[in-house]
T-cell receptor, first 115, second 111 residues
Framework: DTAVSQTPKYLVTQMGNDKSIKCEQN?????MYWYKQDSKKFLKIMFS???????INETVPNRFSPKSPDKAHLNLHINSLELGDSAVYFC??????????????FGEGSRLTVL | DAKTTQPTSMDCAEGRAANLPCNHS???????VYWYRQIHSQGPQYIIH???NNETNEMASLIITEDRKSSTLILPHATLRDTAVYYC????????????FGQGTTLQVKP
């Protein structure tokens, strides 16, 4: 019974294409995140949403557009893919009802390769 | 945000205790010390966190010095499955869930 699930796990695509990664959590959390891990293995936050409201936007190019249809889902759409977008994208969730805890639950990651 | 410093890599013999140090001399009074690990090809996993007192859970123990400038994560009986990158992170609730991951310590548990 996966807590934070992402699809697809692997994605290979050509430069210039548009792609989406979906994330769902069944933990009842109200805050969700997208983190990016590049080829050098550094993990950096991209976005966070609390109850469908954007909380953090870490100066990510506007080709990246997160969408949260409800508090259990946070999708990431990427337009006009570039080589530098190749990375592993991790979705995470946490509870924010009594302050923003640092205990995040991460998904297994979606490895995006742009050719 | 507190800057943390960790050794790049460490080895540990299977069955022995793994002690992973972290320096966080700039940590502020309301920032917790969080530890995560990332096993190869998996998402980061929360281990433990603490503010001032030592903490223990089913995964590990966290020892924080009295001046809060450093801490040690202890895996009491390391197994091969504990081989991972371990991250020490200073975090306050005002960070709104933004965890700042450094390079971490690559722990290799050897048979």
């Amino acid at each position: 019974d996966t807590a934070v699930s992402q699809t697809p796990k692997y994605l290979v695509t050509q430069m210039g294409n548009d792609k989406s990664i979906k994330c769902e959590q069944n933990l009842g959390h109200d805050t969700m995140y997208w983190y990016k891990q590049d080829s050098k293995k550094f993990l950096k936050i991209m976005f966070s949403y609390n109850n469908k409201e954007l909380i953090i936007n870490e100066t990510v190019p506007n080709r990246f557009s997160p969408k949260s249809p409800d508090k259990a889902h946070l999708n990431l759409h990427i337009n006009s893919l570039e080589l530098g977008d190749s990375a592993v994208y991790f979705c995470a969730s946490s509870t924010g009802t009594s302050g923003y805890t640092g205990e995040l639950f991460f998904g297994e990651g979606s490895r995006l390769t742009v050719l | 945000d507190a800057k943390t410093t960790q050794p790049t890599s460490m080895d540990c013999a299977e069955g022995r205790a793994a002690n992973l140090p972290c320096n966080h001399s700039t940590i502020s009074g309301n920032e917790y010390v969080y530890w995560y690990r990332q096993i190869h090809s998996q998402g980061p996993q929360y281990i433990i966190h603490g503010l001032k007192n030592n903490e223990t859970n089913e995964m590990a123990s966290l020892i924080i010095t009295e001046d809060r400038k450093s801490s040690t994560l202890i895996l009491p009986h390391a197994t091969l499955r504990d081989t991972a990158v371990y991250y020490c992170i200073g975090y306050g609730s005002s960070n709104t869930g933004k965890l700042i991951f450094g390079q971490g310590t690559t722990l290799q548990v050897k048979p």
